[in-house]
């Protein structure tokens, strides 16, 4: 089965150009009033325009995950960012802004929920690293561990989805 499915991806680029299509809309307000109407501030409208797009297609970036070899009783990265607190069977991850949005499962059964940004899945699925949606934003990512797994990573650490293990069984 495949970890990077082509339906979902399609629906990211679908996402995304619905998402971009403001800046695009913005751009092409801007070069009208300039061509027509000769406003001196146009080309500022168009500038913007133009940065708002650059900052949209970097929002959804998506990257192939490669997994690593022992991901049978793993506990994967769901996104990418910096492991920002350990307590005793919980790992909380924080996503910045313009890292790539891949959402990917983690483990078997859902351990994580995400607080702040925006979270869109397309699909449930139980195979580890599969793309199953995005994550737009700056988002907080909160895994629980199952008790019979030992945690791999160090507090400050930074992880990618999909491919770093968080946890595997003792």
């Known amino acids: 089965m495949e970890i990077n499915p082509i339906q979902n991806i399609k629906k990211i680029q679908i996402k995304k150009y619905q998402f971009a299509s403001i800046p695009i809309l913005i751009v092409v307000a801007g070069f009208l009033l300039n061509s027509f109407l000769n406003v001196?501030?146009?080309?500022?409208?168009?500038?913007?325009?133009?940065?708002?797009?650059?900052?949209?297609?970097?929002?959804?970036?998506?990257?192939?995950?490669v997994l690593p070899k022992s991901s049978g009783n793993s506990v994967l990265a769901p996104?990418?960012?910096?492991v920002t607190k350990l307590e005793k069977n919980t790992i909380t991850i924080q996503k910045r802004?313009?890292?790539p949005a891949d959402l990917r499962v983690s483990f078997q059964t859902e351990i994580c929920t995400f607080s702040k940004g925006s979270v869109s899945r397309f699909e449930?699925?139980?195979q580890l690293g599969r793309l199953v949606g995005?994550?737009?934003g700056k988002i907080e990512c909160r895994c629980k561990i199952p008790?019979?797994?030992?945690?791999?990573?160090e507090n400050g650490e930074n992880v990618k989805a999909g491919e770093t293990v968080l946890a595997e069984t003792r």
């Open 97 to 99: 802004f313009f890292q």
């Open 147 to 153: 008790e019979n797994f030992v945690i791999l990573v």
């Open 79 to 82: 996104i990418f960012g910096k």
């Open 134 to 136: 995005i994550a737009i």
């Open 40 to 65: 001196a501030v146009a080309k500022y409208i168009s500038l913007f325009g133009l940065m708002l797009y650059v900052v949209v297609i970097m929002q959804f970036r998506v990257t192939k995950a």
């Open 124 to 126: 449930v699925s139980s």
